[in-house]
Antibody
């Protein structure tokens, strides 16, 4: 079964760093792009960026360029989304997706002092 | 960055037909935008219904169909069921940079 399993919920303080993960299984991880999507509380979906784990080619949405870092470790079939300094406005659910078929279950990130 | 527009809300009667549309600030939506449609129910992750304009996944109910209509991407629901009440998002590619629409809240009433 093809699936993406994301890491658990996080509660952080403003200024903290964070790295959340998305582990792929059931398929050749290196040959499919994986994207990240943000959903702020009560709001719509926002495309953050995408990575090709085979060569780590990464493309960011202009809105998220410089705000987050997307990476992947193909040896453990895992993609990552990382922040160096969280803000309260980063509070959201973050989804990874291997389009068109597969979505992760989402990771809730709460940033609060 | 391009803006993708959807109807904020629509209502359909059970058994009825409704069409959701997806427009682009840059002009007509074409197959080159590879339109996607996602369904999201409260508390759940999104689920892909349609990709590349009209292609369905194995789980996509037959009552959903995707097309291009009047310069927009369209998702048509024929024979609405109560379980189709959800948020629907379209998603377009602009030469590899992807943009979501704001979503349509579909009520089946």
């Amino acid at each position: 079964e093809v699936q993406l399993v994301q890491s658990g919920a996080e509660v952080k303080k403003p200024g903290d760093s964070l790295k959340i993960s998305c582990k792929g299984s059931g398929y050749n991880f290196t040959t499919y792009w994986i994207g990240w999507v943000r959903q702020m509380p009560g709001k719509g979906l926002e495309w953050m960026g995408i990575i090709y784990p085979g060569d780590s080619d990464t493309r960011y949405s202009p809105s998220f360029q410089g705000q987050v870092t997307i990476s992947a470790d193909k040896s453990i079939t895992t993609a990552y989304l990382q922040w160096n300094s969280l803000k309260a406005s980063d509070t959201a659910i973050y989804y990874c997706a291997r389009l068109p078929e597969v979505w992760g279950q989402g990771t809730t990130v709460t940033v609060s002092s | 960055q391009a803006v993708v527009t959807q109807e904020p809300s629509l209502t359909v009667s059970p058994g009825g037909t409704v069409t959701l549309t997806c427009g682009s600030s840059t002009g007509a939506v074409t197959s080159g935008h590879y339109p996607y449609w996602f369904q999201q129910k409260p508390g759940q992750a999104p689920r892909t219904l349609i990709y590349a304009t009209s292609n369905k996944l194995s789980w996509t109910p037959a009552r959903f169909s995707g097309s291009l209509l009047g310069g927009k991407a369209a998702l048509t629901l024929s024979g609405a069921q109560p379980e189709d009440e959800a948020d629907y998002y379209c998603f377009l590619s602009y030469s590899g940079n992807w943009v979501f629409g704001g979503g349509t809240k579909l009520t089946v009433l």
